[in-house]
């Protein structure tokens, strides 16, 4: 079992930025390529960014790309997403989750572990 927990939302106006946490705790950390994900009312859940296991090559959805940064510790157990230039649209509530393979997916299904949330609330 890996336990997640996002810390980290708020409310911001646009053009604004927020750093999101995400603190890992049971099960080897750096085992787990990360992911965020965000969930508007009404919309399906979208792969934001992911990281693979030992950092490096990581991979962003095209409506986030130049203005969101996701990097991770992996002495400290945690993955962080740097949100930068937020507008409205990005409105959501954010998730990090931990999958068990080398190379990062951004199909939710493919997730083990999930956190309960972070709300992120953009404002015009």
Same mark, same amino acid.
């Given at each position: 079992?890996?336990?997640? *927990? $996002? +810390?980290?939302?708020?409310? *911001?106006? %646009? ?7 995400? &603190? ?14 965000? #969930?508007?009312?009404?919309? $399906? ?16 959805? !095209? +409506? ?10 992996? %002495?400290?157990? =945690? ?9 409205? $649209? !990005? ?7 931990? !999958? ?6 951004? &199909?939710? %299904?493919?997730? !083990?572990?999930?956190? #309960?949330? =972070?709300?992120? =609330? *953009?404002?015009?």
């Amino acid at each position: 079992q890996v336990q997640l *927990v $996002e +810390s980290g939302g708020g409310l *911001v106006q %646009a053009g604004g930025s927020l750093r999101l946490s995400c &603190a890992a705790s049971g099960r080897t950390f750096s085992n787990y390529a990360m992911g965020w994900f965000r #969930q508007a009312p009404g919309k $399906e859940r979208e792969f934001v960014a992911g990281i693979p296991r030992s950092g490096g090559r990581t991979l962003y959805a !095209d +409506s986030v790309k130049g203005r969101f940064t996701i990097s991770r510790d992996n %002495a400290k157990n =945690t993955v962080y997403l740097f949100m930068s230039s937020l507008k409205p $649209e !990005d409105t959501a509530v954010y998730y990090c989750a931990a !999958d068990l393979a080398s190379v990062v997916f951004t &199909a939710a %299904a493919q997730y !083990d572990y999930w956190g #309960q949330g =972070t709300q992120v =609330t *953009v404002s015009s």
